[in-house]
């Protein structure tokens, strides 16, 4: 009777050992895109050095983080420590010691760095201010612009897998109505009597510039508001192509793609239907990389409604990144997916009830983390086939 008692407790113990086994053995996120050989990664959003809230040395997030990132993912982005509106002090003078520690921890970790905003001077107040209205006001401007373009990719030569070199020039619509031309750096660029158009002679300059300074990096154009078939788009894929006609070293495009629940539907992007917009998701990808474009999505997010049930909305946030990342991982050329942040306690740089990550307040994964690792289980089981 004794012996036959034991039994079941045996058993039981074997079970939940072979169960431990098994969830040990969940592959990563890392595992997966490795497996089907695209990058994954993520960005420190709030991370700028010696500042709140979300400071390298003393934030209360920051280790869990590290951790996760170590864990799950195979490339980072430094945030606005990168931008250049905060390493970039004034004409030829930079602050870099934030940027080299977070690439040295990078080092450490085994993990490739994005180079976020090498160009993003609409990020950069006192630059936008210099005046534009002669022409040696111009070259100045230029010779200041092109210094830091130069010091900056230079400075970390080798080190970057792949900067997003110019971001956000498009105004941000989908409905495409023009470039950002009011500012004084744009201007210094325009050909004498031509139009503000012309001033698209800064892409040019600014991506040579960047392969020059550092050969090894990929090189991407980046825009937001930008993942679907429209008019924005549509200008988007006629500058690459025009710049790479003309021998200017695009290597790739990328799409923010800062969703929310509704699919951008507030945005008035004209797609009134789940279907529709993923529809459109897919042509848009293809058609790059039809055209010879390698793709990144650089900075995704799915932010929730908070005015409505989060229980709800939490399971409409997995559903929507599951199927972007279903969508993206089945597009050829597709070079990596990062997420804009990594837990919902510090995302943009603060606190805010938008809950748009993959992993909770406290770093656990929610369901749109477990969707994304279904997408990208089921994708490479069709590359398996």
């Not at 201010?129 to 002669?134: E, F, I, R, S, V």
């Not at 900075?299 to 399971?315: I, S, Y």
Request: proline share 5%; hydrophobic share 40%.
């Amino acid at each position: 009777m004794k012996r036959s008692s034991t039994l079941p407790l045996v058993l039981l113990f074997l079970l939940a050992l072979a169960s431990h086994d098994a969830a040990a053995a969940e592959p990563t996120l890392k595992e997966l895109a490795q497996r089907l050989g695209i990058e994954i990664g993520v960005n420190f959003p709030g991370l700028v050095a010696g500042k709140s809230p979300n400071n390298w040395d003393s934030s209360p997030t920051i280790e869990m983080e590290k951790k996760i990132a170590r864990e799950h993912f195979t490339i980072v982005s430094a945030g606005w420590e990168m931008y250049p509106g905060h390493s970039w002090k004034g004409p030829q003078s930079y602050d870099f010691a934030g940027t080299r520690k977070f690439i040295a921890w990078c080092q450490e970790a085994g993990l490739k760095v994005h180079g976020h905003g090498l160009g993003y001077a609409c990020r950069v107040d006192w630059l936008k201010k210099m005046p534009a209205g002669t022409d040696a006001q111009k070259q100045h401007l230029r010779s200041v612009y092109e210094d830091h373009v130069i010091q900056t990719a230079a400075t970390f030569a080798g080190k970057i897998s792949f900067w997003d070199v110019c971001n956000e020039q498009l105004l941000p619509a989908y409905i495409f109505n023009g470039y950002q031309t009011g500012h004084s750096y744009w201007k210094a660029y325009q050909q004498p009597g031509q139009g503000p158009e012309s001033g698209v002679e800064w892409y040019r300059r600014t991506f040579h510039l960047a392969r020059e300074a550092d050969p090894a990096a990929k090189l991407v154009l980046l825009e937001f508001n930008n993942e679907i078939l429209c008019p924005k788009s549509d200008r988007l894929m006629k500058l690459v192509t025009q710049l790479r006609a003309e021998g200017v070293p695009v290597d790739g495009v990328g799409f923010q793609m800062h969703l929310g629940t509704d699919l951008n539907r507030s945005k008035n992007h004209g797609l009134r239907t789940d279907e529709a917009y993923y529809q459109s998701l897919a042509g848009n990808l293809r058609r790059f990389a039809e055209a010879g474009f390698d793709l990144w999505i650089t900075e995704l997010d799915v932010r929730v409604d908070p005015a409505k049930d989060l229980a709800a909305e939490r399971d409409r946030q997995a559903e929507i990144y599951g199927k972007v990342i279903e969508i993206a991982a089945a597009v050829p050329r597709l070079k990596g997916i990062k997420f804009w942040g990594i837990t919902d306690r510090d995302t943009w740089g603060k606190v805010i009830p938008d809950r748009p990550n993959l992993f909770d307040e406290d770093g656990k994964p929610k369901a749109a983390f477990h969707a994304v690792h279904k997408a990208l289980s089921k994708r490479k089981a069709e590359t398996a086939k």
